[in-house]
């Protein structure tokens, strides 16, 4: 410790997730601008905490997570949705994962068949598969997830008497594809859930990044009879760090959750930094950080889309997301952007090869490009690179 | 917000897991004294996180836990325990009942057989029970875990052909018999684990709080080759509220858990907890907070062991806890302490009943008596009331 109080460390095992390897445009990550990670309002709201509630936020929590932050979420909602969720509909999370865990752990049982959205989040896949779920894909299209699609499905898995634990989906800017499930789909994904009595999980951690016109209504607040469980996460609005989200669900979900062992046992998730995230909305800091990300974001969105069209091949092909954190970018039909990594890395580029986000194979001519981690420059450099690498391989 | 920046708020929902009820003396938490909890240590260490090291706290963690914690952790318990284990085993948690759910999420099978001490911690059997393990109960006695009677048990089950997942005990000041298992029988289970190849989870989040002369040697220091794992938890000795403990295993165990889908999509458990933790730590507040706790737990120890001598009827009896939170009250023969508790209520005391701490029943003429979360004069008036309704009982 020197003379300020600070101290100086050296570390040698990893402390974050990410790597960001010198000389590689790293359009693989799917975390928020480190750069914009709001340190001072976190301090901020930590000291209202530690000197006005301590020994609360110190305590073992609630297990629906502390009542300050249950309600200071659902007047955000309200404030920024329109629609305040019940009190006894909310939990508190430890992240969007956390959620999905749970909800596996306590809705399902090994051998269960999920269904998911194709092509969805890689890693929610990885989550279901620790639980052993059968996973089963629904195909989607420039509108999103295809409810026909869906409805075969469910009709099929009927006749041989099996009834899917739940389908799971990023209903809104999805990762990887950044497409928005239209309103007419999710109205009738909403009605075709009730009548199969299907649990519809829908991530919604992107909902609030949009960069052009707000999204539909989610498809939990177009279910009221209860089919739809919504996921919600502070991860990419204001800190993965933090660990910690919502979920919205009905009454007997939420209690089922609560009354978890584990929870019993520890308390609510996160219980501490559930209280500075109570306390960082409270002090108005958190819409100020959701319209810097939204700027900030759709900028590099812009620069992205603009600087594909300018250095890549004709044959290639994406759609501008309204919002989120990725381009999903189609190859010319044959190409395998997992057997050209290792090239596209040697020449300073990288990306996810779009075979990940599918469970049963397929996309392998797609990348997934994430643009919130990196500066202008960096995306126009990317794309640079990117290009002259797809060019070789015409 | 009023002019000094600070906020006051009405909640209607609880916000902490204790429910501390006017008019009656709770022996029945398992809580640390909130008066204790060190807020301003938090708000200092949160302080030196914040303002060196923002981006990487706030950011997505790595899986195993940040670096930082690791080392400052790694050293601290080589400070107090004589012995630094490996960085390849050891893992940052959500505090012991998350690290307990893990395992079972990714070590066992629903319909697997876990041998669990009798008695034991109520709310670990819960999170067993989650995940539809089979419980089966060894007994122990005043030297803890009957070693012999485990022996018996492993032989019955192999020549049945069954292999138990785990045994999971307290082996230091149990919760709730306040029991530590003595060294000669953590020889022969630490062999015998190894001869079964029996993994033993050694839940230990009460070792740092001894009271009179420090513990032997964990058990997982006593196999080394990799039978046990180790929970321990920042819970006890600093503040439940923030959710974090620590797991020491085989480095098999720990990259397996690290590996899971839930912390490849979130990052490392409580990540930023975890930052402030370390410097916390690196403050060298850790310590300092251990000695206030004992010297005060210590005192309302033996507070609680003078006032049952006292006020309690001779048929009673207990054993004067060496350390931990809990004194484990037996009472006479054929006494039901399940059906008098609401007599004891309202006669303004309360307590666990014993029944809840074992898998199979038994134990009604128990009274786990917590003595960490209440004054001296509140355990002296508590145990006078126990006493009234006990000899009213006779």
């Known amino acids: 410790v020197n003379s300020e109080g600070k101290v100086k460390m050296k570390l040698s095992l990893p402390d974050v997730q990410y790597d960001l390897r010198p000389g590689i445009v790293e359009f693989r990550a799917g975390h928020p601008d480190l750069a914009l990670l709001p340190a001072t309002g976190v301090l901020q709201a930590t000291q209202v905490v530690l000197e006005r509630e301590a020994s609360q936020a110190l305590s073992y929590g609630a297990e629906q997570g502390p009542g300050c932050l249950i309600k200071q979420l659902c007047a955000w909602l309200e404030h920024v949705e329109g629609e305040r969720p019940p009190l006894t509909q909310v939990m508190i999370t430890g992240g969007a994962s956390q959620a999905l865990d749970m909800i596996c752990m306590l809705l399902t049982e090994p ?33 999103g997830l295809r ?19 739940m389908l799971y989906l990023v209903s809104t800017f999805n990762n990887p594809s950044g497409i928005t499930l239209t309103l007419e789909r999710r109205n009738a994904l909403a009605e075709l859930a009730q009548h199969y009595n299907l649990i519809v999980v829908e991530d919604d951690v992107y909902y609030k990044l949009w960069y052009d016109t707000p999204p539909p209504p989610s498809i939990y607040s177009l279910t009221p009879s209860g089919s739809a469980i919504r996921l919600g996460s502070f991860s990419k609005i204001l800190a993965p760090g933090l660990r910690l989200g919502w979920m919205l669900a009905t009454p007997k979900i939420v209690q089922r959750c609560m009354k978890s062992g584990v929870l019993d046992s520890g308390g609510g998730l996160g219980h501490f930094t559930a209280h500075v995230v109570a306390a960082f909305i409270e002090l108005g800091l958190l819409d100020q950080q959701i319209k810097t990300l939204r700027a900030t974001y759709r900028e590099r969105r812009n620069v992205l889309v603009g600087a594909l069209k300018d250095h890549l091949p004709k044959e290639c092909h994406w759609l501008t997301p309204q919002g989120g954190f990725f381009v999903w970018l189609r190859l ?18 990288s990306y996810i090869p779009g075979a990940r986000f599918f469970a049963d194979g397929g996309g392998d001519n797609y990348c997934r ?16 690179r990117l290009g002259k690498v797809l060019y070789n391989y015409l």
């Open 369 to 384: 490009l994430n643009f919130t981690m990196l500066s202008l420059d960096e995306i126009e450099q990317g794309a640079h």
């Open 111 to 143: 051998g269960d068949i999920a269904l998911v959205q194709s092509p969805t989040y890689h890693l929610a896949l990885r989550v279901m598969r620790d639980h052993h779920l059968e996973l089963l894909p629904v195909p989607s299209d420039d509108e």
């Open 147 to 165: 409810v026909d699609a869906l409805e075969e499905t469910l009709t099929l898995l009927q006749r041989r008497g099996r009834q899917p634990c």
């Open 332 to 349: 010319a039909q044959g190409m395998d952007s997992t057997a050209f990594l290792q090239t596209a890395e040697d020449a300073g580029v």
